[in-house]
């Protein structure tokens, strides 16, 4: 399997353009999270899945932020309109069981680069 | 309110010594714990988990010790390697109504000197 896959892996954008991430998971992981990274807050869980399902989207910073997955093989984030404090690390994660289960264990994409001017 | 915290944000080791990195926690509800490794450009890997019912869990040149009383957690790299220079997270999960919610530390960047 090739991993996580994500796209784009940089993004440069104008301030109010709309943006999409996509997100590949490992096939057969029911779980599909989406994380932001920042040197200020850190790693912060977005959003995550469960067999195509949003779960919890408490970490989704505001109604900016959305995020779908119409099947088992692809998701999306999308920010509309964009700001400039959105620039961040965007990673992606997958896992076949939920976190606390025997031998669980999630990997993550190599991530999108987000910049917004 | 929900934290995980790290006591030193960097910390240098010689090639074949132990590293002991550390962590708090301060939510005791908090039922189960991952320590991640971030190399420069990439995304999280994870390293090693523990629940709350242990206090000590081995990998392969890693163990995780958990100390519930103080909420501390730890990991140790056994004859550490240039390859294990990055960044290593610790995350808490805590579970909720209808799902979890994991929280992560603000990392630690461990430097191996050859």
């Known amino acids: 399997d090739a991993g996580v896959i994500q796209s784009p892996r940089h993004e440069v954008t104008e301030m109010g353009q709309e943006v999409t991430l996509r997100c590949k998971p490992i096939s057969g992981h029911d779980y599909l999270f989406w994380y932001r990274q920042t040197m200020m807050r850190g790693l912060e869980l977005l959003i995550y899945?469960?067999?195509?399902?949003?779960?919890?989207d408490s970490g989704m910073p505001e109604d900016r932020f959305s995020a779908k997955m119409p099947n088992a093989s692809f998701s999306t984030l999308k920010i509309q309109p964009s700001e400039p404090r959105d620039s961040a690390v965007y990673f992606c994660a997958s896992s076949y069981l939920p976190p606390g289960t025997g031998d669980y264990e999630q990997y993550f994409g190599p991530g999108t680069r987000l910049t917004v001017t | 309110g929900e934290s995980v915290g790290l006591h030193l944000p960097t910390l240098s080791v010689q090639e074949g010594d132990n590293s002991i990195i550390n962590c708090a926690y301060s939510?005791?509800?908090?039922?189960?714990f991952i320590w991640y490794k971030q190399e420069s450009g990439k995304g999280p890997q994870f390293i090693i988990d523990i629940r709350s019912n242990m206090d000590k869990r081995q990998g392969q040149r890693v163990t995780v010790l958990l100390n519930k009383t103080v909420k501390h957690l730890s990991l140790q790299i056994a004859a550490t390697q240039p390859g294990d220079s990055a960044v290593y997270f610790c995350?808490?999960?805590?579970?909720?109504?209808?799902?979890?919610?994991?929280?992560f530390g603000a990392g630690t960047r461990l430097f191996v000197k050859a």
């Open positions: 899945f469960n067999n195509n399902v949003p779960i919890d």
């Open positions: 939510n005791s509800a908090s039922d189960y």
């Open positions: 995350a808490e999960n805590n579970p909720h109504t209808g799902g979890f919610k994991t929280i």
